[in-house]
T-cell receptor
Framework: SQQGEEDPQALSIQEGENATMNCSYKTSINNLQWYRQNSGRGLVHLILIRSNEREKHSGRLRVTLDTSKKSSSLLITASRAADTASYFCATDAGTSGTYKYIFGTGTRLKVLA | NAGVMQNPRHLVRRRGQEARLRCSPMKGHSHVYWYRQLPEEGLKFMVYLQKENIIDESGMPKERFSAEFPKEGPSILRIQQVVRGDSAAYFC??????????FGQGTRLTVV
């Protein structure tokens, strides 16, 4: 099964609203990353949060990490139509010396103008 | 510093042919990952390589698939005797040890 699983699978909101996506994982990690993928394109790295961090900000993005619950959330504030994309979390395997990143199945965000 | 470069961007192969996908990591990155993405799905890990070494190939199919990252030149993912089920987007990522993985734009393989 997936190490990282995003929730919800799909989200549709109006422009200007906030979008929250969640990611759960199963094993211990060193870090967790969020990526965006526009339809048919490559992945764009958004933010990395380490296991000893609880919250991180980057522009309109806010990521939280709760290692006790093995979960992370990505908040996009004041969403724009250009934020329409799929969002993936990726966790490393947590095994010392190997950095295999495991992706979830993604949240498909649609921002309506 | 150019990003991760993958080529070709699109590749069409007939069943039974070989597909060779290339990935040039970012400058200074010695860790390369290959992932496969089927339509409407997430990325599935295939293989993790360092220069001249395969570190983890637990996601690679046992047959027909191979990967290398030679001392000089790009990393190559090779698929022999392709079948329709191999049609997918193949992404390469590179990373300095333990930090963010940066992805290329992918190669979209279509097997006809």
């Amino acid at each position: 099964s997936q190490q990282g699983e995003e929730d919800p699978q799909a989200l549709s909101i109006q422009e200007g609203e906030n979008a929250t996506m969640n990611c759960s994982y199963k094993t211990s990690i060193n870090n967790l990353q969020w990526y965006r993928q526009n339809s048919g394109r490559g992945l764009v790295h958004l933010i990395l949060i380490r296991s000893n961090e609880r919250e991180k900000h980057s522009g309109r993005l806010r990521v939280t990490l709760d290692t006790s619950k093995k979960s992370s959330s990505l908040l996009i504030t004041a969403s724009r139509a250009a934020d329409t994309a799929s969002y993936f979390c990726a966790t490393d395997a947590g095994t010392s010396g190997t950095y295999k990143y495991i992706f979830g199945t993604g949240t498909r965000l649609k921002v309506l103008a | 510093n150019a990003g991760v470069m993958q080529n070709p961007r699109h590749l069409v192969r007939r069943r039974g042919q070989e597909a060779r996908l290339r990935c040039s990591p970012m400058k200074g990155h010695s860790h390369v990952y290959w992932y496969r993405q089927l339509p409407e799905e997430g990325l599935k890990f295939m293989v993790y390589l360092q220069k001249e070494n395969i570190i983890d190939e637990s996601g690679m199919p046992k047959e027909r698939f191979s990967a290398e990252f030679p001392k000089e030149g790009p990393s190559i993912l090779r698929i022999q005797q392709v079948v329709r089920g191999d049609s997918a987007a193949y992404f390469c990522a590179s990373s300095p040890f333990g930090l963010e993985a940066f992805f290329g734009q992918g190669t979209r393989l279509t097997v006809v």
